[in-house]
Each structure stands twice: as structure tokens, then as C-alpha cells.
């Protein structure tokens, strides 16, 4: 059985979606560590558990990249993969992050990787 969580709690203001200006890598990963949650093989399920853009205001459980991109982080390949935190996160998880969240039964290894990628940024 997987872990599945609400947030209504976390959810970010309009200043923590943005990557612009001040907010920092470690604020990014903060955030996306907040809203990780063990869904697969989707970016995000809404309260009723159907798939949904991890940016909009229906999700509520988010996977490590869908997390990522509620913290604000584009999605778009072109500038995804150039951001510091994939490459943080894809460290500590050992590889790529969409394989690494898929293969988890529960959220405690995604929030282990986030600790580890937010503490090799300090």
C-alpha cells in the first residue's frame, strides 16, 4: 500500500512557486521536500487520486519531479535538466529521478534523498 498524504498545509505562496529572484536552490528543494509524496508514474493526483498538473491548485500528492515542479521549477526539458536542484536530487538519489521515485513503496527513501541533496547544498 502506498503513503499517500494531503497538503493543504504546504501549500506555497506565489513567492515560493517563483525561481525568480532571491530563491535559492535550498528553498526549492525545501519546498519540493514539503510536498514529496510516494505517487508513481504520474507528476501529481488530486484529492480523489486522478492524475493532474502538479502546478495547478487540484494537486495534492506530488512524486519527487512532480514536487520539484510545485517548488516552482520549469518542466520543460530544455531547462529542467540544467537546474541545480535535478542534479542535487539526481545525486542523492544515485540516478534518475522518475526511476529512483517509481521503485518506492514508501516515502521515507524520496525524503531521504531530499535531505541528502538539501545538505550537499550547504
Not at 20 to 42: D, F, H
Not at 75 to 94: C, S, T
Request: aromatic share 4%; hydrophobic share 45%; proline share 6%.
Amino acid at each position: 500500500m502506498l503513503l499517500l498524504r494531503d497538503l493543504d498545509e504546504a501549500k506555497p505562496s506565489k513567492q515560493e512557486n517563483s525561481l525568480n529572484g532571491k530563491q535559492g536552490v535550498a528553498n526549492v528543494m525545501g519546498v519540493a521536500r514539503i510536498r514529496a509524496r510516494v505517487v508513481r508514474w504520474v507528476l501529481a493526483r488530486d484529492a480523489t487520486d486522478r492524475p493532474v498538473d502538479p502546478q495547478h491548485e487540484p494537486a495534492r500528492q506530488w512524486c519527487a519531479n512532480g514536487a520539484l515542479a510545485a517548488a516552482g521549477m520549469c518542466l520543460n526539458p530544455a531547462h529542467y535538466f540544467k537546474q541545480p536542484a535535478v542534479h542535487r536530487l539526481e545525486a542523492a538519489m544515485g540516478g534518475n529521478i522518475a526511476e529512483f521515485n517509481n521503485c518506492q513503496e514508501t516515502v521515507e527513501p524520496v525524503l531521504a534523498a531530499f535531505d541528502r541533496a538539501i545538505a550537499a547544498g550547504r
